[in-house]
């Protein structure tokens, strides 16, 4: 006898005995588990996906906690924080749930953001040189070049036309100094540089 067998026909017989014997000495003369035959007996019908969580007795309906909602996005209350809004409402004998939960329909509803009204700037424009021929824009820079041993250092000014990439003007010092490179953009003008459209 096959083991599927076997089982079904200690099912059969404890199914008939139980009517005469019971189910605890029927289970006992056909070496079966009682717990198994109850099980089989009565099965549990399957639960297909996620099991429902079960509500709490206080947890807020809809209905309630779109009323917070409401509430928290009134025009008396809409630049003020959660804790603000509680303890005014409190003030006036209304009690409608604890801040945290405040946050939570908040964060629910995408608005537990900065509350307060924020001053909207419009965005600056970054300055652009624009040149349309040779002289029309010049302009300068320093760069910083290694020198012969550790700890030297030498900065290269330089004044170019934005136009053709030309240098107008340049030289070498040992510092980094704003007199310095004031001094090489007027001697630039003053020479008169200019640049050969070609």
């Not at 006898?1 to 079904?8: E, K, L, V």
């Not at 804790?83 to 964060?107: F, K, N, P």
Request: aromatic share 8%; with cysteine.
């Amino acid at each position: 006898m096959t083991r599927s067998a076997w089982r079904t026909w200690q099912a059969e017989t404890a199914q008939l005995l139980t009517a005469l014997l019971g189910v605890v000495r029927a289970c006992a003369l056909v070496g079966r588990s009682r717990a198994t035959h109850h099980r089989q007996a009565n099965p549990k019908p399957r639960a297909f996906g996620p099991h429902p969580k079960a509500r709490h007795p206080a947890e807020l309906t809809v209905a309630e906690r779109a009323a917070i909602l409401g509430v928290l996005t009134s025009d008396a209350y809409a630049d003020l924080s959660v804790a603000q809004v509680w303890a005014r409402e409190l003030d006036a004998g209304r009690y409608h749930c604890s801040q945290r939960t405040m946050h939570r329909i908040l964060a629910a509803a995408a608005m537990n953001g900065e509350r307060r009204r924020q001053a909207t700037h419009p965005p600056r424009k970054i300055p652009e040189l624009v040149a349309t021929s040779a002289n029309d824009v010049w302009s300068w820079d320093i760069t910083k070049m290694r020198g012969p041993a550790k700890g030297i250092w030498y900065h290269a000014y330089v004044v170019i036309d934005i136009y053709s990439r030309y240098v107008v003007g340049w030289r070498i010092e040992t510092v980094e100094d704003g007199e310095l490179a004031a001094d090489l953009v007027a001697e630039a003008v003053a020479a008169g540089y200019r640049v050969i459209q070609q």
